[in-house]
């Protein structure tokens, strides 16, 4: 199976809370999970990325949760500002194939 | 910090006409790769090229699509016989290695192309 299931489809949060996307996946043979983030009209960037032998990973106010067993992983983005208003995508590859499989994107609102 | 430079920015075309959209991958790069997104929707896999070949294709990426690599520096995608349908943005990526860890894909800003 080589889809990526992701959600909410949208979420709004106040100014400093903690948005939390969650993504599932199936194939066992993907190797690499990245997070983008796309701004209307501009092309998806890499935000964060994780392997799945680490269950955690931080990079600023980005962080990645990683469960193996289950199959998951989500993004939690800490005290969360207007400026992080955008669609985030989660999605997988796996080295055999040269190829990303995206999530269907969580449209993120922080308000003020 | 290098950039995937993709031109034109928004073409429309009538259905049935050829349209080529094209990309400067980012320098030292290896792999490139077309994705398209229909408005609204998740960003789907096209096709991924590599040492002037089509290593992988969607099932998306038919007979009418083609890419090509013709001088050393662009990566074009030419879609034949445009159809209603193929109206999304197209977004081009490049990475410099078998994307592992947090090598990463770097994406151009997209052409959107309209078909009418």
């Known amino acids: 199976q080589q889809q990526v299931k992701q959600s909410p489809q949208s979420l709004i949060v106040q100014k400093g809370g903690i948005p939390i996307i969650n993504c599932a996946y199936e194939n066992t043979a993907f190797d690499y999970f990245p997070w983008y983030q ?35 992983f989500s993004l939690h983005i800490m005290d969360s ?32 | 910090e290098p950039e995937v430079t993709q031109t034109p920015s928004h073409q429309v075309t009538q259905m049935g006409q050829e349209v080529i959209l094209r990309c400067v991958p980012i320098s030292n790069h290896l792999y490139f790769y077309w994705y398209r997104q229909i408005l609204g929707q998740k960003v789907e896999f096209l096709v991924s090229f590599y040492n002037n070949e089509i290593s992988e294709k969607s099932e998306i990426f038919d007979d009418q699509f083609s890419v090509e690599r ?4 662009n990566f074009t995608l030419k879609i034949r016989s445009t159809k209603l349908e193929d109206s999304a943005m197209y977004f081009c990526a490049s990475s410099s290695l078998r994307a592992t860890a947090s090598y990463g894909y770097t994406f151009g800003s997209g052409t959107r192309l309209t078909v009418v």
Do not use: M, W
Not at chain 1, 41 to 65: H, M, N, Q, W
Not at chain 1, 81 to 109: E, I, M, N, W
């Open chain 2, 70 to 73: 013709p001088d050393g520096s």
């Open chain 1, 38 to 72: 796309q701004f209307p009209g501009k092309g998806p960037a890499l935000l964060i990325a994780i392997r799945p032998d680490v269950s955690e990973k931080k990079e600023g106010r980005f962080t990645i949760s990683f469960n193996k067993s289950a199959k998951q």
């Open chain 1, 81 to 112: 500002q207007p400026g992080d208003s955008a669609t985030y995508f989660c999605a997988a590859h796996y080295t055999g194939f040269q190829k990303l499989v995206f999530g269907t994107g969580t449209r993120l609102l922080v308000s003020p």
